[in-house]
Nanobody
């Protein structure tokens, strides 16, 4: 049984940092492209970051480039999203995901496995 479990969300002030974790079980991370998505109230789910299985470097959504970093620890079957210089517009539910295809995809419907989501709130 495949499970993705996020942790690390919470309330942070603008300009602060958070690190989200996604612990995977039932899959081998190096066999999957792994992504983070977010969804704010009243908005569509959007791609935040992804590491493609095929290599070639991580991909980021334009709103988070140069502020967020995705990384993996295959030995611990965990991947991360380091979020720096957070802004109120980053407030959303963040979810981790995985798909077997070698490349990243901004379309969330192409990802098969999902975590339950973790709330990130950026507010003073």
């Amino acid at each position: 049984q495949v499970q993705l479990v996020e942790s690390g969300g919470g309330l942070v002030q603008p300009g602060g940092s958070l690190r989200l974790s996604c612990a995977a079980s039932g899959i081998t991370l190096r066999d999957y492209s792994m992504g983070w998505f977010r969804q704010a109230p009243g908005k569509q789910r959007e791609a935040v970051a992804c590491i493609p299985r095929s290599g070639g470097g991580a991909k980021y959504g334009d709103p988070v480039k140069d502020r967020f970093t995705i990384s993996t620890d295959n030995a611990k079957s965990t991947f991360f999203l380091q979020m720096n210089s957070l802004k109120p517009e980053d407030t959303a539910i963040y979810s981790c995901s995985a798909r077997r295809a070698g490349l990243c995809d901004r379309n969330f419907q192409s990802y098969y496995y999902w975590g339950q989501g973790t709330q990130v709130t950026v507010s003073s």
